[in-house]
């Protein structure tokens, strides 16, 4: 796939409305348009507080760890513009590299914060608002300019010392194409989705939440389209090509209508594939098999329903604390556990806990708990944190137990490193368990409890863990990230992030044959499994349940009714024998080419096409 940019001439002259082409990746597919909406910063809502005398120091060294990151960020994006498109639009960064080395600005930060005894970033903010207001006065233009490289970089630096949101969302209220430098996960978590159209984004990996949102959603979204919030204008036309990872600014009528014809075709193909359900998925050997649904919130059901999923593989709890800067109490996450629950009708869902960290940033609420990480995705998330903030994973266990007496609930814990975590967590439950049973609140007793296996170290101990739950979950999204060292929303390392490495398929069939070991049941719901050549692999590496999303599920449950379970074990086999990944990406296209297409290619034939 390629990334970058160019333009197409068109027949018209007027530059406006000239169709212009801009290349990406495609991570959704789908086909939409609709006016632009692009999310540009707004101010940031700093925050402001007293620090102690030995607190100064601490600040100090915050201030300095995001003046460096500032400086990799700004040089990587000065290398990423000389590269895609000129040297001279890169020096607008050496701007920006001098701002970050100001010695006024720096060294007035840090006497103020010597003196006053702010926080750093409230204190370097007062600074940098003193020097912007001083530019903006002068009349000297050159001078002038420079307010605008003071106000880049101090946003930088303040998002880095704060992770403040900084974003315009709220401001989207008709149906838009989202063009945007990337999306954070507490923005994907508060934006009205019913109203994005589809998703244009100038960073962001394969994996990102933001990604995984939109493909669950079936919203078309392309990524590492360059300098996409500068060369599209809000309200300007945008045409977003899902499939090949493109998008067409100003289209014309003939390329709408083009589109569109695409799009139909498309829509009936889906049609076909929602109505080939009849509650007995088998393979054409008839083995059963069970297809559950990713999901983020109650509103998600219907969705689920349409796609006739047969439970919820994952409900990612923590939408519920990024939609809003509060924590929700026990009630707003028991109605709302209870909702999934009761509208699922007695099939299983599984709800796992709390996993905050990594790219999802913890709401304002909680965010003094929460210390500055050089390394999120290796620190202080998920369970870790849960168990470290006993009373917040309490305040969600006792919603989720007390949903369980309103259907067939699964308890899954995130990110489990090991045994202890596991037993841990396990213990803070019967103690919720039992203070429910004492004041006489209804619950499951034998609600399932699971862990997700997405670390190295788990799929290790995955046997031992297997005496302490009733299921396993893996995780691949993590999993390849951690097992390859591959940051999994950094673009820059986004080549290396590969789940066919051989190391990942291993890992895999490993967990599998440890679950069966230690007698527990085992389902995959990373977004691998959305996928129809890893669905089949998956299910020949003896995997029997998948949780994806309820989009692509329809499509992976007609394409394995119509598969034999030995086609797919030799896959599996022939997977696991490769060193390289190149290998295994060559036997899944072989793969695609001669067993999957052909069953696509039958069912495209059956409507017409
Ligand atoms: C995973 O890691 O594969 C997973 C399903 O969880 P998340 O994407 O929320 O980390
Ligand atoms: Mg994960």
Redesign the pocket.
Known sequence: MHAGVYFQSMSTSDEKTQEMILHGIQVSPGVAHGPAFVMTPMELEVPDYKVTDDQVDYEVYRFEQALMLTRQQITQLQEEVRMKLSEEEALIFDAHLLVLEDKALIGETLSLLKQKHFNVESCFQKVAQKYIDFFSNLEDPYLKERVSDIRDVTRRILRNMSGVNDSSFENLKVPSVLVAADITPSDAAQINLDLVKAIVLEHGGTTGHAVIVARSMGIPAIVDVTRATQRIHPGETVLVDGYSGTMVLHPSKDTLFQYDQIQLHKDSIRQMFLADSDGNNVTLDGVPFILQANIENSDDLGRVREASAEGIGLFRSEALYLRSDDMPNEEEQFAEYKAVLEGMDGKEVTIRTL?LG?DKVFPKAMRQKQTHEDNPFMGFR?IRFCLKHKDIFKVQLRALLRASAYGNLKILY??ISGVSELRQANEVLEEVKAELAQNGIPFDPKVRTGA?I?IPSAAYVARDLGKYCDFFSI?T???TQYLMAVDRVNEEVAHLYRSSHPSVMRTIKQIVVAAKEAGVTVSLC?EMAGSPTYAALLLGMGLRELSISSFNLPEIRYILRRLETSEMETLANAALECPETVEVDSILDTFKRDAIDPILDVAINGIGA
Do not use: Q, T
Request: glycine share 24%; hydrophobic share 35%; proline share 8%.
């Open positions: 996993d990594g998920a995130p990110m997700m997405e995780g999204n993590d999993l990373g």
